[in-house]
């Protein structure tokens, strides 16, 4: 394996449905660039008590039209029910350092099965059995997860997260537009954002991007990378795939249609666990 030419910061939450919707750009960055690009999942936390986006003046009525928009204009599985509260969604993302600290192994695997969790179902993400639904999809102790969040040094590191989220770099700044603002009223990347390094240099994303811009990006940083080819079946997508696909991710991968993709999944091999409006599809059936 080839150390990573390029590191990636990628600010984003669990919970947050641009974020999820960004999944198929992500994925087909590390189909192009394998092991010579390296991200890593930094967590914005986007409501850190019960009260924040009501004080912030966001209805829960606006949350579920919000991701009901989100679902319908890029295709990931997204539940779009009305919650019966509001999410403190930093809950989640300390799982999420926590797990990243102590397994960064499983880091990736549990970060997606809390959104599959929180996202395509109507669990709520902050729930400690949501949290623990995750931790064992992810192939980990749920009590150590527990564990982990529960640690000082782990609570360090989420506010380092946020901290560096709430400090948009000059160039990020020249684009407010791409940005949000705390309740406080300070300047914070959106999610997903993402911070590409090599060396000395740093280039920002911020905001929702399609691939094409990081993939720019990351050849202007590391023209030496010759890109993997786009794949010619979902079959090879999905034997690629560390996890069952969504009909979005595998069109992204492959940068053709939705409907297209879905037409393929249908007539190959794949199995569709459906969820949401969508299904996740895999080359071997779904649990029981």
């Not at 939450?13 to 390296?38: K, M, N, Q, T, V």
């Not at 009260?51 to 989100?70: Q, S």
């Amino acid at each position: 394996m080839q150390d990573a030419l390029v590191h990636i910061d990628a600010f984003g939450d669990p919970y947050c449905p641009w974020d999820f919707s960004a999944e198929p750009a992500r994925l087909r960055l590390h189909w192009r660039f394998g092991d010579a690009i390296a991200i890593r999942h930094r967590m914005v936390g986007l409501s850190s008590t019960l009260d924040e986006y009501a004080r912030r003046g966001v209805a829960i009525e606006a949350i579920a039209r919000a991701h009901a928009h989100i679902r319908d204009r890029f295709g990931m599985p997204i539940d779009a029910s009305l919650p019966g509260r509001y999410t403190v969604t930093v809950v989640a993302c300390r799982a999420v350092v926590g797990v990243r600290r102590n397994a960064p192994d499983h880091a990736d695997a549990f970060l997606r099965a809390l959104r599959v969790v929180g996202l395509s179902t109507p669990a709520m993400i902050d729930d400690p059995e949501t949290i623990s639904d995750a931790a064992r999809a992810a192939g980990l102790d749920p009590d150590e997860v527990v564990a982990w969040s529960a640690e000082p040094a782990t609570d360090q590191e989420l506010a380092d997260d946020m901290a560096a989220a709430r400090a948009p770099s000059p160039a990020a700044l020249g684009m407010p537009e791409r940005l949000a603002k705390t309740v406080d009223g300070i300047w914070r990347y959106t999610c997903p954002s993402y911070r590409f390094t090599r060396d000395e240099l740093t280039l920002d994303a911020p905001g929702f991007q399609p691939s094409r811009v990081y993939e720019v990006i990351i050849s202007n940083l590391a023209p030496e990378i010759t890109p993997r080819p786009d794949p010619q079946t979902v079959e090879e997508v999905l034997a690629w795939a560390p996890y069952p696909l969504a009909t979005a991710e595998v069109a992204g991968i492959m940068e053709i249609a939705i409907d297209a993709a879905r037409d393929r999944l249908v007539a190959s091999t794949a199995h569709p666990a459906p969820m949401a409006n969508d299904a996740y599809w895999s080359l071997t059936p779904p649990a029981a």
